[in-house]
């Protein structure tokens, strides 16, 4: 297959709610996007990603859709889509937007009507069952604690949830719903989006016999991530999706997959198959959860190299002509790479965070830059349970804590820390003014402080900057093709300090070498000719074997 426009091009995440607000209710907005849209084309980026637009309770931050067809009146109106959309077409920015079609909000019309009775139109649009003995059909847990089944007694039914309540999965199995969604994106594909990023859309095929496999205790769930992954009809579903709404387009599609599978991936993004164009997995995301099963993410444990090596060496390989992949180390959904993989002490921070962003930007894929990785941000340090807004954070808090009784408040505040979504989800920190310029009123959710020391404009007039690097690194992707379509080595395979690989096609090679530790390393290449050159560094001079604290080198041969 000759190479596609989104294999060359970087995606820039912009979470809505914290990137700029223009109207000092504290909540980023899109005029405010827009506004920064000439930012994101600086930095050198092709795709921008929003996440939700659209009418939403807000249960889950917009992943509660309440109507897909109009935009959230906090992030304003369709004409600012519109501008948004124009703006950018005009700067040859493209636009993605956030699709989430595996669940709707409860407050969606169709809900509201399927909760009604058993024969309305909408009755069979979501996912019912009748008790079993009285009970929950089966011990499945939903993703943000607790049963994934309620009860309505409209019905005497209930009904499936794969994350809150308030989120009701779709019944798939039903033509017309399916219908219905597609003529939504269509809707959208026709206003002139670009591309779309599918929400968990590896989740929207469950197996019909909603089976208990393993028994829990009473009041305990077995997690339903398992039993709806990948299920019975997910291929042909995607390639429904893909005749009626993108075929014929050139979109770009990602679609989020948790507990997708490289070879499972060579289906749904196969480079030869009508599906999506790249699955967007979290195994190397998994790596630093807890040794005990029960607290899942919930950790305060440090990645091995090893490990993230062979994770992401298996994903290179796994896809290698076959299917594509997303490269990424954040999103609304994890904490900040700096403060997990990289060092955010003020003489490490930037430094590593180019180390870390180099090791990432050379690989297969299509990179993801979430909107403050290139500046280095943060997590947020809040020290209050009050501090955060993330519902998944607060229920876990309440689980562990106050039900279970698994850890103690302090473990789990050093838990949320570490790893809570909130930590990316502070605002943007754009200069050293009032909420980082993030807003002139309240902000929904509280500023990282350090935004004195850690703002886009001091990057922006700091020669050397991570921002700056950032920069490069997206030049390079355009201008080397050997980074989109070479092969994949990896050296030092059980190398605990130094990740190390090449890329090479027939007319070039490239030599990755990354130190991960702030100690001194020394490390011997055969691999590297004399005549090989620098391509880029985080620091000012080349030492040869010897790589400093955090150090990142390509060179080219
Ligand atoms: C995805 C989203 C996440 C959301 C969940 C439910 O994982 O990225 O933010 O909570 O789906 O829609
Ligand atoms: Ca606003």
Redesign the pocket.
């Known amino acids: 297959m000759a190479t596609q426009w989104w294999q060359s091009a970087v995606v820039y995440q912009v979470y809505p709610r914290s990137f700029q607000d223009s109207n000092g209710d504290g909540i980023g907005d899109l005029p405010g996007i827009t506004r920064r849209l000439a930012y994101i084309k600086h930095l050198g980026a092709d795709v921008v990603w929003l ?1 939700p637009i659209y009418p939403s309770p807000g249960v ?2 917009g ?2 859709v309440s109507d897909y067809y109009e935009i959230n009146p906090e992030f304003g109106t369709m004409a600012d889509f519109e501008e948004l959309l124009a703006t950018a077409h005009l700067k040859k920015l493209k636009v993605m937007l ?1 699709m ?1 079609l ?2 709707s909000s409860d407050q969606h019309p169709w809900f509201v009507e399927s909760a009604r009775n058993r024969d309305n139109r909408y009755a069979d649009y979501y996912i019912w069952r009748d008790p079993v003995d009285g009970h929950e059909p089966n011990n499945w847990g939903a ?2 604690g607790g049963s994934a089944w309620t009860y309505v007694a409209s019905r005497k039914q209930y009904y499936l949830h ?3 309540p308030e ?1 009701p999965d779709f019944n798939w199995e039903n033509p017309h719903l399916r219908r219905a969604l597609y003529d939504m994106l269509n809707f959208w594909v026709a206003k002139g989006v670009d591309g779309f990023r599918f ?2 859309i590896n989740m929207i095929s469950k197996p019909q016999d909603f089976r208990t496999k393993r028994s829990t205790p009473a009041g305990r769930f077995d997690p339903i991530g398992q039993y709806v992954a990948n299920g019975p009809r997910l291929n042909e579903f995607l390639q429904e999706l893909n005749a009626q709404v993108l075929s014929g387009h050139q979109l770009i599609t990602v679609g ?1 997959m ?1 507990g997708v599978t490289t070879t499972l991936a060579c289906d749904y993004a196969g480079l030869h198959r009508r599906e999506l164009n790249m699955v967007f997995e979290f195994e190397h995301m998994n790596l630093d959860g807890n040794a005990d099963a029960a607290l899942g993410k919930w950790s305060d444990q440090r990645v091995a190299l090893p490990a993230l090596k062979r994770c992401l060496s298996k994903w290179q390989t796994g896809l290698a002509d076959r299917a594509w992949n997303s490269l990424y180390w954040n ?3 994890q904490p900040r790479i700096v403060s997990r993989f990289g060092d955010e002490r003020p003489v490490y921070r930037q430094r590593s965070a180019k180390m870390l962003a180099t090791m990432l930007h050379f690989l297969q894929g299509t990179p993801y830059i979430y909107a403050g990785e290139e500046l280095a941000m943060t997590n947020a340090h809040f020290t209050k349970l009050s501090d955060y807004q993330d519902l ?1 954070s607060l229920n876990r808090y309440h689980q562990l804590v106050e039900q279970e009784r698994r850890v103690s408040a302090a473990t789990m505040l050093r838990y949320l820390g570490r790893q809570s ?1 909130d930590n990316a989800r502070t605002p943007m920190q754009w200069d050293a003014s009032a909420n980082a310029g993030f807003t002139t009123g309240t902000p929904w959710l509280k500023v990282n402080p350090n935004y004195l020391r850690i703002n886009a404009q001091k990057a922006q007039t700091t020669p050397g900057s991570i921002l700056s690097y950032y920069q490069r690194l997206i030049k390079l992707r355009h201008q080397l093709p050997v980074i989109t379509t070479g092969n994949y080595r990896l050296l030092l395979a059980e190398d605990p300090a130094v990740y190390a690989y090449l890329r090479s096609n027939h007319q070039q090679h490239l030599l990755v070498i990354c130190n991960f530790t702030a100690a001194t390393q020394t490390r011997h290449f055969s691999e590297l000719p004399a005549t090989a050159t620098l391509l880029i560094s985080n620091y000012d001079d080349d030492r040869g074997d010897v790589l400093r604290a955090y150090e990142a080198k390509v060179y080219q041969f």
């Open positions: 996440n889950d931050n992943y509660d956030d989430v595996n669940h993703e943000f794969s994350f809150a989120q929400d968990v989020e948790p999103n609304h959904d998944d979504r």
